[in-house]
């Protein structure tokens, strides 16, 4: 471990509270990027193929989140909320603002792998007699799944660093708990560069999940 005050003997005695940071650091992103799918897969199919009215509520919505800084979203659902008298804690409200966030953008995500699949592919679902939810389910969405899978890295490696945000409301994510270290030991280089490779290990994890999806839709092609 090394003598007292040295950068192993301090991140030993650290270990705990990282790799609880880590943890919940992942968690959260885990959530977060589950959630934003979800509603994004709605709200891109709402973009594509909801009437007018809905449309136009959709790409509000979308436009709003998108404009606004995530620490903003942050700190509204964190503080604003308590003015509608909706208590959260500070993890909920940094799921609701990331999710918010990410759904923005998996919404736009969805919408453009959607909006890519040539109409020939949906005249000719048609031409068997497939009805829209089995066009959209048989034919349109494995096709989108293939070309949507790089943005959806993408986004999810931002919301993994996004999570750092949320140490401004009290949430002990690895950013966090690298600095309650840091206050005690001040190795800041030291117990920096550590943080950096343990988010760098996160993003490499998700950047590997997509590449591991891209290859499973990869018989998709036409």
């Not at 992103?29 to 136009?56: D, H, K, Q, T, W």
């Not at 290990?201 to 590997?208: A, L, M, P, R």
Request: charged share 10%.
């Amino acid at each position: 471990m090394g003598d007292k005050g040295t950068f192993l003997y301090e991140i030993w005695v650290a270990r705990g509270s990282l790799l609880s940071g880590a943890a919940l650091t992942m968690q959260l992103s885990l959530a977060v990027i589950a959630i934003g799918s979800f509603i994004g897969c709605f709200g891109g199919l709402g973009l594509v193929y909801g009437p007018a009215p809905l449309r136009l509520a959709i790409r509000s919505v979308v436009e709003v989140l998108r404009g606004v800084p995530v620490l903003v979203l942050i700190l509204f659902c964190y503080y604003g909320l308590a003015l509608f008298s909706i208590d959260v804690t500070a993890p909920a409200a940094g799921v609701i603002a990331l999710s918010g966030f990410c759904a923005a953008h998996m919404s736009e995500t969805f919408r453009g792998a959607v909006a890519s699949i040539p109409v020939g592919q949906t005249e000719a679902a048609k031409a068997i007699g497939m009805r829209f939810w089995q066009r959209l389910t048989y034919v349109i969405l494995p096709q989108a799944a293939r070309r949507m899978l790089p943005p959806w890295v993408n986004t999810g490696v931002e919301i993994v660093k996004g999570t750092t945000l949320l140490s401004i409301i009290g949430v002990v994510e690895l950013l966090l708990s690298t600095q309650q270290a840091i206050a005690r030991n001040y190795l800041i280089i030291q117990f920096y560069l550590a943080a950096a490779l343990i988010y760098i290990i996160i993003n490499f994890s998700v950047s590997q999940l997509g590449a591991w999806l891209e290859r499973r839709f990869a018989y998709f092609r036409y």
